[in-house]
């Protein structure tokens, strides 16, 4: 009999549910956790990347507004983490090339945020990650985006088997 991967319980079915962003196996009581992912049907072209919800909104009108609609309209909860936007990778070098550009120094940055100069270093070092309230200040100013959204990284995964589906193999290289 299969076991709940959240409480252990075992029991005769199982839903996957998506909690914080990670998808597991879990029993009827632990499901209210998270959100049911709905299984699509095999003929389906969406990626192991791809949500229910945004496939919907694609083969509507493709626009973001009607995909978070047709996901409301279902009843189910929506995960947060579902359209969270990313720090980007290279963010300390946009603050950085955007404050050199706009002729400030660290300090002078730091003075019209009100924050410290230290933490601008630290930003443009890439040793902190920005809050959300230091982001929106440095987005503001710099006039800069500092995010990335997660629909653009799975452009990237558009590859993998015949089948579309993705395997470890498909992403780890082996270091012999």
């Keep these: 009999m299969p076991q709940c991967e959240m409480c252990g319980k075992e029991v005769p079915s199982l839903?996957?549910?998506?909690?914080?962003?990670?998808e597991i196996d879990?029993?009827?009581?632990?499901?209210?956790?998270?959100?049911?992912?709905r299984t699509e049907s095999p003929s389906s072209t969406s990626t192991k990347y791809s949500t229910g919800s945004s496939s919907e909104g694609s083969t509507s009108s493709g626009s973001s507004s009607s995909s978070s609609s047709a996901s409301t309209s279902s009843g189910s909860r929506r995960d947060m983490f579902d359209e969270m936007e990313e720090i980007a990778?290279?963010?300390?070098?946009?603050i950085r090339s955007?404050?050199?550009a706009s002729g400030l120094s660290q300090e002078e940055l730091a003075k019209q945020l009100n924050e410290k100069a230290s933490l601008i270093r630290k930003l443009e070092h890439g040793d902190v990650l920005p809050s959300d309230n230091i982001?929106?200040?440095?987005?503001?100013?710099?006039?800069?985006?500092?995010?990335e959204s997660a629909d653009m990284d799975d452009s990237e995964w558009e590859g993998g088997s015949s089948t579309g589906s993705y395997t470890l193999g498909d992403v780890v290289r082996r270091k012999d």
Excluded at 15 to 22: N, S
Excluded at 26 to 37: K, L, Q, Y
Excluded at 89 to 94: F, G, S
């Design 26 to 37: 879990v029993c009827d009581e632990c499901a209210d956790f998270g959100t049911e992912i």
């Design 89 to 94: 990778q290279d963010y300390h070098e946009r």
């Design 15 to 22: 839903k996957a549910v998506r909690i914080e962003g990670a």
């Design 135 to 147: 982001q929106t200040k440095l987005e503001r100013k710099l006039d800069i985006s500092l995010a």
């Design 98 to 100: 955007a404050r050199e």
